[in-house]
């Protein structure tokens, strides 16, 4: 099993995470929503050794993507966004594309209903990236241009609710009581993901908004 080495960076005042995963046999690295902070991003990626491959956006919501053009400027990164995003970007990926970081492979899920370019990334059956689809304790907004209430249903029980319990969350936002969880501990105290037909989440979205 490949091991992969992840560092979450708490990033700017909105609690953010900026995340780099590495794998170190190969000094392959990517660089996962870079904004604030980013002499430190390049003090881990210089310290170690890392060649910092991609820029990787889970989303294009300007807390997540502030840092890219620098990132990519002075690494070399290329920038990966989702098809979707209407911002510039190297390569565009697609539901079901992996992304390659050394002997790392990210398979992208796009997880619509924060925004339209939403994706997680998911290495195989260790760990998840959820940007703003999954938080600990909590979802994205749905209140928000090209947020969908109706999109987030599906991405949030249709598709990360079906995947393996032991997969461990990294998400966008430091927001809960722990930094990380799993999809399984999620199923099971997270308020959002209390089992409910569509009409009712709706509702439900509709009455926290």
């Known amino acids: ?26 000094g392959d690295a990517a660089v996962i929503d870079p904004s604030w902070d980013l002499d430190e991003v390049f003090h881990v990626l210089k310290k170690n050794d890392w ?49 390659e970081i050394g002997s790392i492979r990210l398979s992208v899920l796009h997880t619509p209903g924060h925004s339209k370019d939403s994706m997680c990334l998911v290495l195989d059956d260790q760990l998840i990236f959820t940007g703003d689809t999954l938080f600990v304790g909590n979802c994205g907004r749905t209140d928000l241009p090209g947020s969908d209430p109706a999109e987030m249903y599906h991405s949030l029980f249709d598709r990360l609710g079906k995947l393996d319990d032991r997969l461990i969350v990294f998400p966008g936002h430091n927001y809960g009581s722990t930094p990380t969880s799993t999809i399984g501990a999620e199923k099971k105290t997270n308020y959002v993901l209390k089992p409910r037909s569509k009409q009712e989440f709706l509702e439900f979205m509709a009455a926290g908004d």
């Open 51 to 99: 060649r910092a491959k991609y820029v990787i956006n889970t989303h294009t919501h300007f807390d997540h993507v502030l840092g890219n053009e620098q990132v990519a400027e002075l690494t070399g990164a290329k920038i990966v966004q989702h098809k979707n995003s209407q911002l510039e970007k190297d390569i565009a990926v697609s539901d079901g594309d992996v992304i």
């Open 1 to 26: 099993m490949i091991k992969p080495t992840i560092l979450p960076i708490p990033v700017g005042q909105m609690a953010n995470f900026t995340y780099i995963i590495a794998d170190e046999e190969s």
